[in-house]
């Protein structure tokens, strides 16, 4: 409990965990009442996606449609009761990008209320 909140644990799915993922969970972990990971849905992540991760996070969210399809095909039994959200963020963008940042914030904070 962060000062009667229960801290909110959000899960960023890209597809190789190299650019956009990364950057969610940068901006993201500064953010009091939350905790930030990041993985990615392809073989070749540098942070591969695992089941463990998935029955951690409260919301999943995946950077493009592709990478839903992928992770319900692939870990559709840990799915279960999690939220997993769509960003539609395409993959044009650099590590911390100040245009990738604004997206994401843009994109996300209204989806978890309070911030």
């Known amino acids: 409990m962060n000062g009667g909140r229960l801290m909110k644990k959000l899960l ?30 392809d073989r070749d992540a540098d942070v591969p996606l695992g089941h463990e991760i998935i029955q951690w996070a409260d919301i999943i969210f995946v950077m493009e449609k592709v990478h839903r399809s992928k992770l319900s095909k692939k870990f559709q039994r ?22 990738l940042i604004e997206l994401l914030k843009k994109k996300v904070l209204p989806l978890l209320g309070t911030f």
């Open 12 to 41: 960023f799915v890209c597809g190789k965990n190299r650019l956009r993922s990364p950057t969610a969970e940068a901006i993201f972990s500064y953010y009091e009442g939350l905790e930030v990971e990041s993985a990615g849905i």
């Open 78 to 99: 840990y799915l279960n009761e999690k939220r997993v959200i769509c960003l539609d963020i395409p993959d044009e963008y650099e590590y911390v990008e100040p245009v």
